[in-house]
Nanobody, 129 residues
């Protein structure tokens, strides 16, 4: 069973940058889709960036052009580089992964992974002056 732990959250001023990391332990070779989700207070959790096993990346319109997702170290690390942060990016950010039968989707400006098997505990990002 894969376990995920996020790190890198914190407080940043608008326009600033942060890099989130997700350390994956266990066998990640069969994780078809891995991604970053976030949940702001009072809002539903939303997918913002996902990557499939072929390396295809998908971004929600809300972060496209500002955030970049990447996998390193043979899928044991999932990163999210965030630039030009806005107050509306304030949220708890979660790493997620599917098993071999998962999938990725990209529709109407929204993205996500299907059949998520495991979530990380989350890391808080606060964007405020």
């Amino acid at each position: 069973q894969v376990q995920l732990v996020e790190s890198g959250g914190g407080s940043v001023q608008p326009g600033g940058s942060l890099r989130l990391s997700c350390a994956a332990s266990g066998d990640t070779s069969s994780n078809y889709c891995m991604g970053w989700y976030r949940q702001a207070p009072g809002k539903e959790r939303e997918g913002i960036a996902v990557v499939d096993s072929d390396g295809n990346t998908y971004y929600a319109d809300s972060v496209k052009g500002r955030f970049a997702i990447s996998k390193e170290n043979a899928n044991s690390t999932l990163s999210l580089q965030m630039h030009s942060l806005k107050p509306e990016d304030t949220a708890t950010y979660y790493c997620a992964a599917t098993g071999p039968f998962g999938g990725s989707w990209d529709s109407n400006g929204h993205v996500g992974c299907n059949n998520i098997d495991v979530w990380g505990p989350g890391t808080l990002v606060t964007v405020s002056s």
